[in-house]
Each structure stands twice: as C-alpha cells, then as structure tokens.
C-alpha cells in the first residue's frame, strides 16, 4: 500500500499550536472536557461518528465548549490493535490539524494492551495518561509480524511527523523501538548545548558521533536490544512518552481538573430535537414506568433529548435505581437518547439518584432578580430517608447508589458523605506544583496517610453532618455540568445551545392505564368485579356478569402491571390462589368455611399488593397495605349486597326474567316446590334427575317436583340421575347414582 507523504503534520502552524496550548495546559485546564471511546478495531465509520461527536463540542462557539478532549482507546478495557492503517491516519489526521489546531488538549488514555497501528492516533494526541497495567508498542505493518518487515519510509515519516506536530522529536528513537528490532535505544548528553539528556540509536553511527562519551552506552532500563517494544506505563512515563497514570475515566478527569461525568456524548453529533418531561410524584414504581413510557414516545417521533425535570423525591431508593439503570440503557445502543436531568428545587433520596443516572445534571439557581425567598436548588439530601429506614437496608441501598456513582463517572465518596455522618471529607490538591490542575477528594484518614503527596484545599464535609450538595457547590465538585438561572426548561436548552423543548404526547393505551390506575377506578372496577362473580354463582346459566367479573379484574391487573415491577406476580398468583380456594369450596367442600374465608383474603391480598410499587418492608408500608385492602373488603361486601339486590328483583324486571335460567314447568303439571322439612324427609333415598347443573346448589326433579338441592360435593351437570342421601331440615344432599 503506497502512502503519498502529503500530511505535513510538522507544519508550523502545528507546532506553535502545540507549544501555546502547552503553555495554557500549565496554567490550568477548562473546566469542561469530553470523553470519546475510540472503537476496535478503528474503521472509517468509527472516525466519521467520532468527528461528529467532537465537532460539535470543540467549536469556539459551543456554549458548553470542550477545553480537554480525552481520547480512550481500549473501550470496556479490552486490548486495542488496528491493521488498518488508513483508518489510523485519518483519526491521526482530525486529530492533529483539527482538534489540536483548535486550541484543545487532547488526551490519549491506554488502560489496556494497545498495538498496531492504533498507536499512531494515540501518538497524534498531545499527552498520554496509562493505567498501571497497560502497553504500548508492537507497531506492526499491514499486520504482519513486528519483527520484520520494519515499516515502509512513507508510514515511518507520518510517525515522525506526528510526533514533531505534538512536540515530542526528540522521541523519535523511542517510536522507532516499536517497530523495527534494529533499533538499539540508548540515553546520552549532547556534545553541544543545550545539554540536556537524548535517546538515540546507537546502531545509527551519525547519531552516535552526535553524543558525548561512548562508545558504549548502557541499554535503556528494561528495552532489549534485537526485538521491538511494547512499553509498559512505568517505561513510558520514564521515556517521556505519558504524563501520568491512572486506573479510569474519573482518575483522568481529576488530573485534568474537568469533571468525572465528561463521558460519551449520546448525540454523538446529531442535530438535538428535544423533549422535556416533569416527575411531578415521589419516585417509585409508577413514575419509573412513566419515565420509561415517555422515553419510547421521544424516539417514536425522532426525538434524541430529553430533559427530565426533578423536583421530587422519595424513600423507595430500589425502584430510584431501577429507573437509573433504565435512562443510563436508554443513553446507549442504536437508538441513544441525552437524557439530561434538571433539578429546580429540590431531589432529595430517590430523587439524587434518579438525577446520577442521566446524562447530564443541570441544577437551578435564582435569577438576579428574584425574589428574597429564592433558593438555588439542592442535591443528595438522603437525612429523611437514613431516619425513616433500617440500618441494613440504607448500608444496601449505599452499596447500590455507590456503584451507580462509580459507573457514571462521580466521586463515591461524596456518596459516602450523603450516607454517613462520621465521615469527613477533604477535597486535595497534589503537592508541588506537578499536575496543579488536580483535585481529589479523600477522608480525613486517608489524607493523613499521604500528607507527603497531597496538600489540603478544603474541608467539603465536616464530621457530624451529612452532605447537602447546593447548587453552586454541586457544579463546583463535578457532579452537576452547569448552573442555569431560573426553573425554566428554556434556560437549560439555551446554555446547552438546543432548539426550544417539546413536550411529548404519551398515546391513549397509556392514558387509559393512567386512568385505571386511579384509586376510584380501580376500587369500582373490583366492586363490579366481585358483583359479576357473585351473581355468576348464584344465577347458573347467567353469563354476562361472568364476563364483567373477568374484564373488570383483568384491566384492575393489566393497569397496575405497568407500574409494579417485582409485585405483579406475587399479587397475581395470590388472587388465583385465593379464586382457587373459593371454587373449591362452592364447588366440591359443602358449606362455606376456612377455606373460603382464606380464599377470599387472598383475593384482598393479591388486589392489594398489585396496587404496591413493592413486597412491605417497612410498617407504614405494611400499613398502607393493610388500608388498601381493607378498602377493597369493603368493595367486596358492596359487592354482596348489590349482587343479592340484583339476583332478588332482576327476575321480576320486565325482560330481566329472560336472563335468568329458571326451572321449567311442564305442562298439565305445574311445579311444585316442598314447603316444609316434613315433605323434605320424605324425599329421603329419592331418585330424580338435575334440571340445572349443581354447583354444588342447583335444581332436581322429583317426578313433577322442582326441588333445590345440593351435591355431596364436586360439580354434577344437567341431566344427571342423583339420589337423596341426607335431609337436614330443608337442606337435601344428593349424589350421583
């Protein structure tokens, strides 16, 4: 493959860039930055993705500019080597003369093995941060072995070039190292000034003639002479090659002073078409699912924004972090939606975690203007939920807001500071003047331990107390992106630089969802429930009250499975136990006893619970329980005695009568019916026929009699001989004969 030289990154332009954002990199960094991950291999379409992402951030007029662009080359930490070489040269290339020409830093971060021809972006970058574990080197050409051949003189020349653009010539021995095994890397002083230490090639004797003492120069430590490099991150800090190590993106962050949560944008350069959406109830299931339903509608109309407005918040930090993984998936895949949240007032508990599971916070502070009772919004207040909560549920939930916090990018010792009053925490700077744009937050322990390296620059949280973030503090410490004046939407669409916000139209299954799940509706929808049960009971043969009943339970399910996630099955498992019992003891136990009675308070507490967010854990929640189903007895004893109302005068309705199956009369022999236990004695070894079916009541003919029995138990259809085996009273038992 012929490489046309026609890249002449060493240009002047280049070069004087470099120098003077070298020199503004040693007076301090923006205080904004951007996280891009470089895919693996690197193929035109990852360059493409990744010029859109960046072009829109590094544009001197971006209202929220990006100072610092840290490029991370191993994505999910995995190893990162690319054949492709073109590919490699046109991210080098936008690299360069695009992002560096345009007054950024850019940050290449390698916290994996990283070979091939990826390492030529990686060099086109101007610094380089190493996590402790991770390589560089092995520079192979079109992926043949890295021994032989040595690169071709157009690619080599590209690699001097890039590091002439970033101001790194003198390491051109030490790139050469990771491609051609001829090199023999040595370390010496210049014969003439300035007589500062170089590497150079000992096997090239003009670079030899150029070094004093000799002519044998010890090896650099740990670079073999006769084999390329593959440098470690010790190695390459040593070399010259990084600036520092660091295990992850918020390591980076805190030694470029930008903060933690400067991930991945999920635009990834599309033009934004935003939404806003206000949680106008204390989270918990319900709004989770509301959330998630409001989110399908954006992308349904081709929305990529959603500004979630927060002025709520809540105890139920299981069902908060639920929904925090569901925006987080929501800012990745093919269809990636920004989800920004917005906190006006105030997010205390559920709240603040809702808020880290976005993409961006955005905080409110009062107008210039405003009003004396004006207060700027506040973040991570958790006092009311620690106090209303067992101690082992909050070191749970702790664990679970923690992780959240790690994975977004946040300092989890702020959320240690939420959680903990014994704690007090200390926001550090490094000693010296190395790395000056550092910060770090640490407990007062652990500063104490390493007072020789850092330096102490404020207290954040003293012991005793809990941490309250305001506004100003929350973009302060990194956990906020900025802070705009006023609660209106339209001042965060216009510090972002967006259109206008929208406000989605969720569609009419889900406002129907809405409405059955109102409490009234859901208490009549169970009193027609149970009426339509009890009338298909007590008039056999009369289907349409069946029908009801089945409809009214099914919507009362359907509604509430929307919202109440890990209760739904218990709730519908204990109502089919519950209906189970209750068929058992109509249809084959005679009498109505324990079994009924726990079938029917089953019932009650599959209703119940369906209308949770979650099992009780708690005593109110217990006793919130506990009101809903006492609510729901209630609708099943109307339900008695609006049912009896109807099975008593719908036969003497005009047209009601044709409802109802009653027993036919013959003619010439009208029916008779026994009028007193006497008479039913009689009857006493009797043989007729079912007129209806027994469930187990139901009618049987005597001869020319139509008399009311019930079975010994189980279901007995029409048209059945049975015979009379018991008479108590005027209760008459048969069997199947």
Not at 467 to 492: F, N, S
Not at 534 to 555: N, Q, R, S, W, Y
Request: net charge neutral.
């Amino acid at each position: 493959m012929s490489i046309p030289v026609r890249h002449t990154v060493g240009s002047l332009a280049a070069i004087v860039g470099g120098v003077l954002l070298t020199a503004a990199s040693a007076l301090g960094q923006s205080a904004d930055g951007l996280f891009v991950t470089v895919p693996n291999p690197i193929t035109t379409e990852g360059v493409n993705r990744i010029k859109a992402i960046v072009g829109t951030r590094i544009d001197p007029a971006a209202p929220q500019r990006a100072g610092t662009v840290v490029f991370d080359f191993n994505p999910d930490g995995k190893p990162a080597a690319t054949a492709d070489f073109g590919a490699c040269l046109s991210l080098q290339d936008y690299i360069l003369n695009t992002v560096n020409r345009n007054g950024v830093n850019t940050v290449a971060f390698v916290h994996a093995p990283t070979s091939a021809h990826t390492v030529l972006p990686v060099l086109a970058c101007r610094e380089l941060v190493m996590s402790p574990g991770a390589t560089l080197g092995q520079v192979t050409d079109d992926g043949n072995p890295p021994l032989v051949p040595p690169l071709n003189a157009s690619k080599e020349t590209l690699y001097r070039e890039t590091l002439a653009a970033v101001g790194r010539g003198g390491l051109v021995p030490v790139v050469r190292k990771m491609y051609d095994p001829a090199v023999q890397l040595r370390r010496g002083i210049p014969r003439v000034p300035p007589l500062n230490p170089v590497y150079f090639d000992a096997a090239d004797p003009e670079q030899v003639k150029n070094i004093a003492g000799g002519p044998n120069f010890p090896p650099v430590e740990g670079v073999a002479d006769g084999q390329v490099s593959n440098y470690t991150a010790r190695q390459a800090i040593a070399l010259g090659l990084a600036k520092a190590t660091a295990e992850t993106r918020t390591d980076v962050a805190a030694v470029y002073g930008i903060p933690g949560i400067s991930r991945d944008d999920p635009l990834e350069g599309r033009t934004p078409d935003v939404y806003f959406w206000a949680i106008k109830k204390d989270i918990d299931g319900s709004v989770r699912e509301s959330v998630n339903r409001v989110i399908r509608d954006v992308r349904q109309k081709g929305g990529n924004v959603l500004i979630l407005v927060i002025n709520v918040g809540g105890n139920d930090l299981v069902a908060a972090r639920n929904l925090a993984d569901d925006l987080r998936a929501a800012q990745t895949g093919d269809d990636k939606i920004k989800i920004v949240a917005f906190v006006t007032e105030h997010a205390p508990a559920a709240g603040t975690v809702v808020a880290l599971g976005c993409s961006e916070i955005v905080v409110a502070k009062p107008k210039p203007d405003a009003l004396g009772d004006a207060k700027e919004a506040d973040l991570g207040d958790f006092a009311a939920y620690i106090k209303a909560t067992r101690q082992a549920d909050v070191e749970a939930n702790l664990g679970s807001v923690r992780d959240l916090a790690r994975a977004q990018g946040y300092p989890e010792i702020l959320i240690d500071g939420m959680f903990r009053h014994d704690l007090e925490i200390l926001r550090v700077k490094p000693a010296g003047n190395n790395l000056a744009n550092q910060r770090r937050f640490m407990s007062r322990e652990d500063f104490e331990k390493a007072k020789a390296e850092w330096v102490e620059d404020k207290v954040v949280k003293p012991k005793g107390q809990l941490l309250k973030l305001t506004a100003q503090q929350a973009v302060e410490y990194g956990i906020a992106r900025v802070a705009v004046e006023g609660t209106d939407v339209k001042a965060v669409t216009t510090a972002f630089g967006w259109p206008d916000a929208k406000s989605p139209d969720p569609g009419w299954l889900d406002k129907f969802a809405d409405f059955l799940r109102n409490p009234t509706v859901t208490v009549l929808l169970v009193v027609l429930g149970f009426t339509g049960l009890i009338l298909e009971l007590k008039l056999p043969g009369l289907t349409v009250p069946g029908i009801i009943a089945a409809l009214c339970f099914i919507l009362v399910f359907w509604a509430h499975s929307k919202f109440s996630g890990q209760t739904f099955a218990l709730a519908l498992l204990l109502f089919l136990l519950g209906l189970a019992l209750v068929g058992i003891e109509i249809f084959v136990l005679p009498g109505f006893g324990a079994c009924g009675i726990f079938g029917i308070l089953c019932m009650l507490a599959g209703l119940g619970i369906v209308t949770m967010d979650k099992v009780p854990a708690t005593a109110g929640e217990w006793g919130r329980l506990g009101e809903r189903v006492s609510v729901y007895l209630f609708a099943m004893i109307g339900a008695f005695v609006l049912a009896f109302t109807i099975a008593r005068f719908l036969p003497k309705i005009p047209g009601g009568n044709r409802l109802v199956l009653n027993a036919p009369v013959e003619t010439g022999s009208p029916a008779e019916a026994l009028p007193g236990g006497g008479e039913a004695a009689e009857l006493l070894g009797a043989v007729g026929t079912t007129n209806t079916p027994l469930r187990p009541a139901g009618m049987v003919k005597f001869g020319d009699k139509f008399v009311d029995v019930v079975s010994d138990g189980g279901f007995v259809p029409a048209g059945t001989r049975v015979q009379v085996i018991q008479v108590e009273g005027t209760r008459i038992v048969v069997k199947e004969v």
